[in-house]
């Protein structure tokens, strides 16, 4: 349960709540991420995963607790300012500029975030990063023609365009088929080389397991869990969370009889 | 969207035809281009806020009222013209991106409303503070007591002028960051500030930009026309007109505002001289076809026949 929350963490939360109106999305979260680590955030349906992100990226502001990135409190940045300061993420519904070209779509990204002097040197950036998730043939395409594994390594070019420290993935993966998955997972496992902290939000267990030796365990906006995967995964209330109570008893019993 | 040489050559063309007028037409042609060149210069602000960043304003009549009585009230106060129409130029340019910070917080239709709403304000307030704009009764300028050739094709060039520096801002904008940070705050404004633009600063400065060639034109038209009231300078019709200027042109194109203004102020002569009655209906009708036929404008023809004979558009 513990985690080494030395003082060099990348990000760290600190007793972060969200509440809107009376209903509370998150409830005193507090996790750190080390720089270059890959952790992965599960969760039931409406456990406030992207509710998380979206209060890390400025998107939202915590209602109450601190978010500090590089040692600075960050909780009341605006979404562009999150981007420049290197903390990226990916929609779990994508989000092209849709009559743009998909070199565009990415120069954006470098041009804005990644901190590229002009709107030259930053086409260059873009191309750099289609290449190196395999979309440069379709460079020329305007966004909106894409098919839904494409755009998702669009969105992924385009935040590696930014040059992020840190890297939060809602969702990469849904809506994929089991090869297509197998693409995204390769591909998040060269950008976890590069050195950028990537915390990857994920419904499918196999995906988290694959890239992710640490997990964080969120339900009912609150976070149950975080330590090493295999141990996370035989966790009797992360179990419950999310197969039920009743099943997760019955699986006990299995075990233990 | 990208303008394809035929429409440079059409701008250099048209901007040539009116400059030229002086030399071989008599000076209602002249007038009608001087309008012309006004008119372009209008909807190729507007193109900046409503072309490239998506956002429709109908706040072209609040800059342009506005430049007309700043420079007005500057000239009356003994300031020469086109040091008035400097001032008028800059003030308003402030005062669009104070406004800008407040109602850019709006989005689609209500941003419209809202726009729409600061024309109605701004002739209100003028028409009621009658101790500096002379309120219903209007204000008069200082005359210039020049041959009225000479007037024609002084505020001819003062127009083309003033239409030329917008062309050249555009073109500017359209390479610089700025163009690119608006036009992807025109496809998805939360994507754009996910990648990081800033996205209030960008907006402000589109709608500043909208505004200050108004400004300058409006202040202009004060000293040509020599007399302006508030009904005049603050008209609704103008600032729906210049948006379906630039849209009938190629909303977010460079070209396409000014093509759009000279092709709608020769149709509004052509109606207005042999239909008296029906030249607003006919107008209407033309507009209805227009949109529901033409939404790229008339430089998508050109574009769509490119793609169509399967050259890449």
Redesign the interface.
């Known amino acids: 349960m513990s985690t080494s929350t030395t003082g060099d963490a990348i990000l760290k939360l600190d007793g972060v709540s969200k509440t809107f109106g009376g209903l509370k999305a998150l409830t005193d979260v507090s996790f750190a991420l080390q720089p270059g680590e890959v952790v992965g955030l599960i969760g039931p349906n409406g456990a406030g995963k992207t509710t998380l992100v979206n209060v890390v ?1 400025g998107n939202l502001r915590p209602s109450s607790g601190s978010i500090l990135f590089e040692g600075k409190d960050v909780a009341a940045q ?3 300012e999150a ?2 300061r290197g903390l ?2 990916t ?1 779990q519904i994508v ?6 070209t998909v070199l565009e779509n990415v ?3 470098a ?4 901190g590229a002097a ?2 030259g040197d930053a086409r260059d950036m873009a191309r750099t990063s289609l290449d190196f998730v395999g979309l440069a043939p379709l460079a020329d395409r305007p966004a909106a023609q894409l098919a839904l594994a494409a755009r998702k390594r669009l969105e992924l070019a ?1 935040s590696l365009a ?1 040059n992020p420290k840190v890297l939060m993935l809602d969702e990469v993966n849904a809506g994929l088929n089991s090869s297509e998955i197998d693409g995204a997972l390769a591909l998040i496992r060269s950008i976890a080389e590069r050195g950028v902290t990537v915390l990857i939000i994920e419904h499918l267990m196999k995906v988290v397991l694959s890239l992710s030796k640490r997990l964080l365990v969120l339900h009912h906006g609150q976070m149950i869990a975080d330590g090493p995967s295999r141990e996370i995964v035989a966790d009797e209330r992360v179990i419950e969370a999310y197969l039920g109570q009743k099943y997760a008893a019955k699986l006990k019993e299995r075990h233990h009889g | 969207m990208k303008s394809g040489p035929l429409a440079y050559l059409l701008l250099a063309a048209g901007i040539l035809v009116l400059a030229t007028t002086p030399l071989y037409a008599d000076n209602y042609v002249v007038r009608t281009a001087a309008i012309v060149a006004m008119y372009g210069a209008l909807a190729t602000s507007w193109n900046f806020i409503g072309g490239f960043t998506g956002y429709p304003s109908f706040s072209t009549a609040a800059f342009f009222g506005l430049g007309c009585y700043v420079g007005a009230i500057c000239q009356r106060a003994g300031v020469p013209m086109i040091a008035a129409w400097l001032i008028a130029t800059l003030m308003v340019g402030v005062f669009a991106a104070l406004l800008g910070a407040i109602i850019l917080r709006l989005r689609g239709h209500y941003f419209a409303i809202g726009s729409i709403a600061v024309v109605e304000v701004c002739r209100l307030v003028v028409s009621s503070w009658s101790s500096l704009t002379g309120g219903g009764d209007g204000l008069n300028l200082p005359l210039l007591h020049w041959p009225p050739e000479e007037l024609m094709r002084f505020f001819l060039f003062v127009m083309l002028g003033i239409l030329v520096l917008s062309l050249i801002a555009t073109f500017l904008v359209d390479r610089a960051r700025l163009g690119f940070g608006l036009r992807c705050i025109h496809q998805n404004e939360d994507a754009a500030a996910m990648v990081g633009i800033d996205t209030t600063r960008y907006k402000v400065a589109a709608y500043t930009l909208s505004a200050i060639f108004c400004a300058a034109a409006g202040a202009a038209y004060a000293s040509w026309t020599g007399y302006i009231d508030p009904t005049e300078s603050f008209q609704i019709l103008m600032t729906v007109k210049v948006p379906v200027m630039a849209m009938l042109g190629g909303a977010g194109t460079l070209a396409g505002p000014f093509l759009g203004a000279a092709a709608f102020v020769l149709l509004e002569e052509v109606f207005w001289a042999n239909f008296l009655d029906w030249n607003r209906a006919i107008l209407g009708v033309v507009i209805v076809l227009l949109v529901f036929f033409l939404p790229g404008g008339l430089l998508s023809l050109h574009l769509r026949r490119r793609a169509k004979s399967g050259g890449a558009a």
């Not at chain 1, 989000?95 to 743009?100: D, I």
């Not at chain 1, 041009?111 to 990644?114: H, Q, Y």
């Open positions: 990226t605006k979404p562009h981007a420049r990226a993420r929609f989000q092209p500029f849709p009559q743009m120069t954006a990204g041009l804005f975030g990644g002009s709107v385009k930014m």
